[in-house]
């Protein structure tokens, strides 16, 4: 494997070039709670070492919650070392290029291709690229198929894993699901395979595909190389095959079932430089069963499993001690839905209250909001604006959605929030979702105008705000809209100026209601990435060899780069960027994903998706409550879902 010897630190050459790029203390590393362990700290035992990379910059990258947790995880085995590297500002990229300094790691400044496996964490799909200026700064071909010994195995991991097709060809394998137990399993197989190469005869070369097939035959990684692709005279895919012996037909998603046992990030690292999140977060629990229709997080980390309220509490406390942090935030799809938030909320707010620590949730069903619990979150005086996600404009729209929040339930509950204290709120919506008409998205200009008159009747005061926020839908992989056509980004743009225009005109609510918005286009290469298959890494290969970096980022994105790439790209293919966008898909249609199983039942997910289609179509109601719905994810996986209560009180009682 890479470096048998301790690599120098690449700081000595960075450290003097530092003050000629912007935010310069982002990649000077040695953060609180930081780890930089010896190069061989297994001893006798081979070591296996982790570079964790999250493609967008430090400020965003470093609250990560699934590299926080992995960095912590790894990092306890005394055989294992991690360090952390994310995506450098195109200024140092090109100091790093003119000077020969490799990509490197925030904790030891080691280059990334000195370690042996290099897990990417993709949130989003828009950081493809990113990942491609790593490994070409490391000194890491680009592709999987012309990596050597000396290599790292690359591994994607997180939401967009679920399709890694786009970038078969970039990365080694990938890793669906919950991290924590698989890193430790890979970790093992590659311990082993040091091992046997150590004590191999002298001159024996690492075969780096017997690791890849270890790690494939667990049936616990997908290693696309291990799999053939061919396609049909329409371009269609028509099939998805094992290539060699023992590789099974299907890789399952990975499950954590007892969060409690993994009480993680239990020391957060403290940034230097700011960040989008200034706080200590807790998974107060994973999965969600709502079952909405858009949301694949929903879809794929079923089922429901929540932490205790003795771990949470402990959670907090160790996390605010490690930390100094004073805000926490207790996060997870659906926060207000824990079977015991109101007693989480209640204990930590008696533990904390009268100290500078406050609590926060992130934006909240409007079915399970309660004054009782937002007054309990804002005890110690910090009281910020609420946030609601209705979704659809319209309520034939949440319908379709299968998000059954009715106008009548917003008002009242903005009513009741406004005549607590509260002065703004924010509401979230889509355009561009499944037989959506433009009275659809006007009616959100109604909704928020009712909501301003609400909050003025309620307070009798004319200082109420309500901000509306708008993104474009994305249809993605394993949910009942990965079959969805999507809409095209004029029409999206369209709509949102009607609806701009509409909130505008209204002189007497006009001036009260924020508008946010993005446009069609990025929504239309991330639906690229999320539903394309191994043709669409030739796009964005050349998207990156034309300059292409952060595409998240409004002011590095550029749309007419991404479409002329992907018409030379895939010209000969008979596919176009419009063929992977904006056409529907029919049941008998092999999906990229298709092989990749996330526990869903095809069918229940066809059978959801015409739901959503027929005009009379079923409300599908939350299994936590109610019987089961078959989706498959419970007798597929061997999971069940678990919630309280369970009677218990919230541990330590001290009051800080």
């Given at each position: 494997m890479p470096f048998a010897q301790a690599p120098d630190s690449v700081f000595p050459l960075l450290e003097p070039r530092l003050p000629g790029v912007a935010k310069p203390i982002q990649y000077v590393g040695g953060e609180l709670n930081s780890v930089v362990k010896d190069w061989h700290c297994g001893g006798e035992v081979p070591t296996v070492r982790w570079a964790l990379m999250y493609p967008d910059a430090y400020e965003v990258g470093l609250p990560n919650q699934g590299v926080q947790i992995l960095y912590e995880v790894l990092n306890e085995q005394d055989w294992i070392l991690a360090e952390r590297t994310y995506a450098v500002w195109p200024d140092l990229e090109t100091v790093m290029r003119s000077d020969a300094i490799s990509q490197f790691t925030v904790d030891g400044h080691r280059p990334v291709r000195a370690f042996d496996l290099l897990g990417v964490s993709f949130a989003t799909e828009l950081g493809y690229t990113n990942l491609l200026t790593a490994l070409d700064l490391a000194g890491v071909p680009l592709h999987a198929v012309d990596r050597g010994p000396d290599d790292p195995i690359v591994i994607a991991g997180g939401h967009a894993s679920f399709n890694p097709e786009p970038i078969a060809c970039f990365v080694d394998a990938a890793v669906l699901g919950d991290g924590e137990e698989v890193v430790l399993a890979i970790s093992e197989v590659v311990r082993e395979w040091k091992a046997e190469r150590q004590d191999a005869a002298a001159g024996c070369e690492p075969d780096r595909d017997e690791l890849l097939r270890r790690l494939a035959v667990s049936g616990a990684v997908y290693v696309p190389k291990f799999y053939d692709v061919t396609y049909a005279e329409d371009g269609q895919i028509e099939t998805v095959l094992p290539n060699r012996p023992g590789i099974p037909d299907r890789v399952r998603k990975h499950t954590l079932m007892d969060l409690d046992a993994w009480p993680y990030p239990a020391k957060p690292i403290v940034p230097l430089a700011e960040t989008v999140h200034e706080r200590f977060s807790v998974e107060i629990f994973r999965g969600c069963t709502r079952g909405c229709r858009f949301c694949q997080a929903g879809m794929i980390t079923r089922p429901v499993r929540e932490r205790s309220l003795q771990t949470i509490g402990s959670m907090v406390d160790t996390g605010l001690r490690q930390t100094g942090f004073e805000e926490v935030g207790l996060l997870s799809l659906s926060s207000a839905d824990h079977s015991e938030i109101g007693d989480v909320a209640t204990g930590l707010a008696d533990r904390y209250e009268g100290s500078n620590v406050s609590l926060s949730l992130p934006s909240t069903r409007v079915d399970a909001f309660n004054i009782t619990l937002a007054d309990e979150f804002s005890r110690n005086g910090r009281r910020s604006g609420l946030t609601f996600a209705p979704e659809g404009g319209s309520e034939r729209?949440?319908?379709?959605?299968?998000?059954?929040?009715?106008?009548?339930?917003?008002?009242?509950?903005?009513?009741?929030?406004?005549?607590?204290?509260?002065?703004?709120?924010?509401?979230?919506?889509?355009?561009?979702?499944?037989?959506?008409?433009?009275?659809?998205?006007?009616?959100?200009?109604?909704?928020?105008?009712?909501?301003?008159?609400?909050?003025?009747?309620?307070?009798?005061?004319?200082?109420?705000?309500?901000?509306?926020?708008?993104?474009?839908?994305?249809?993605?992989?394993?949910?009942?809209?990965?079959?969805?056509?999507?809409?095209?980004?004029?029409?999206?743009?369209?709509?949102?100026?009607?609806?701009?225009?509409?909130?505008?005109?209204?002189?007497?609510?006009?001036?009260?209601?924020?508008?946010?918005?993005?446009?069609?286009?990025?929504?239309?290469?991330?639906?690229?990435?999320?539903?394309?298959?191994?043709?669409?890494?030739?796009?964005?290969?050349?998207?990156?060899?034309?300059?292409?970096?952060?595409?998240?980022?409004?002011?590095?994105?550029?749309?007419?780069?991404?479409?002329?790439?992907?018409?030379?790209?895939?010209?000969?293919?008979?596919?176009?960027?419009?063929?992977?966008?904006?056409?529907?898909?029919?049941?008998?249609?092999?999906?990229?994903?298709?092989?990749?199983?996330?526990?869903?039942?095809?069918?229940?997910?066809?059978?959801?998706?015409?739901?959503?289609?027929?005009?009379?179509?079923?409300?599908?109601?939350?299994?936590?409550?109610?019987?089961?719905y078959d989706c498959g994810v419970c007798p597929e996986l061997g999971t069940e879902t678990q919630i309280g209560p369970t009677g218990q009180r919230l541990l330590p009682l001290s009051v800080v």
């Open positions: 729209m949440r319908r379709v959605i299968n998000k059954m929040v009715s106008e009548e339930d917003l008002i009242r509950t903005v009513a009741t929030a406004y005549s607590h204290g509260w002065r703004q709120v924010k509401l979230y919506f889509m355009c561009g979702l499944p037989t959506e008409t433009d009275d659809d998205v006007l009616e959100i200009a109604d909704l928020a105008t009712k909501v301003i008159a609400t909050g003025r009747e309620a307070t009798g005061r004319n200082d109420i705000r309500c901000t509306v926020s708008i993104g474009g839908f994305v249809p993605k992989p394993h949910t009942p809209f990965q079959w969805a056509a999507q809409l095209d980004h004029e029409t999206t743009d369209k709509r949102l100026a009607k609806l701009r225009e509409t909130v505008r005109a209204d002189r007497r609510y006009g001036r009260a209601i924020g508008f946010r918005y993005h446009d069609g286009k990025p929504g239309i290469i991330e639906g690229l990435l999320s539903r394309g298959d191994r043709r669409v890494g030739a796009v964005i290969e050349a998207v990156w060899r034309d300059g292409g970096r952060f595409d998240g980022w409004s002011e590095h994105f550029s749309y007419e780069r991404w479409e002329s790439c992907a018409s030379r790209a895939l010209a000969g293919t008979g596919v176009d960027l419009d063929w992977f966008t904006l056409r529907e898909r029919d049941y008998d249609e092999v999906l990229p994903w298709d092989h990749l199983d996330a526990g869903l039942d095809k069918d229940w997910l066809w059978a959801d998706w015409q739901e959503a289609i027929d005009p009379d179509g079923v409300e599908v109601e939350d299994c936590r409550w109610t019987p089961c």
